[in-house]
């Protein structure tokens, strides 16, 4: 069976930094070539992407509107996927979600109906 479980949100100030993972079990990053999305939602909004990286070579994607701040990473050997948030802003405040696909999906990989499976969240509070 596939989890996926986040830890790591909590509330910072804003131009703070957190480093959100997600740790997966029931697969290994090294045996299939999954993509793993981080993701958030907010309240009253839609969830939406905010970064991939594929296990297969190691490409990663960003939202626009997180490029230049937040950094996605992998490390194999501990099956988990790091967010590294920096010059965080009160509209990065949402529950963040990674999950997981079996593909590489590439340009398309902030379609949520890519991803298989999905992490319980963790909540990202940014205070002005």
């Known amino acids: 069976e596939v989890q996926l479980v986040e830890s790591g949100g909590g509330l910072v100030q804003a131009g703070g930094s957190l480093t959100l993972s997600c740790t997966a079990s029931g697969f290994t990053f090294d045996d ?3 993509d793993i999305g981080w993701f958030r939602q907010a309240p009253g909004k839609e969830r ?3 970064s991939c990286i594929s296990s297969s070579d190691g490409s990663t994607y960003y ?3 997180v490029k ?3 950094t996605i990473s992998s490390d194999n050997a501990k099956n ?3 967010l590294r948030m920096n010059s965080l802003k009160p509209e990065d405040t949402a529950v ?3 999950a997981a696909g ?3 999906y590439g340009t398309s990989w902030y379609h ?3 991803y298989d499976y999905w992490g319980q969240g963790t909540q990202v509070t940014v205070s002005s």
Do not use: P
Request: glycine fraction near 12%; hydrophobic fraction near 35%; aromatic fraction near 24%.
């Open 96 to 98: 963040y979600y990674c």
């Open 48 to 50: 939406e992407g905010v």
């Open 112 to 114: 949520l109906i890519l």
């Open 63 to 65: 939202a626009d509107s």
């Open 68 to 70: 230049g701040r937040f």
């Open 80 to 82: 988990t996927v790091y």
């Open 102 to 104: 079996e593909g590489a």
């Open 32 to 34: 299939y070539d999954y």
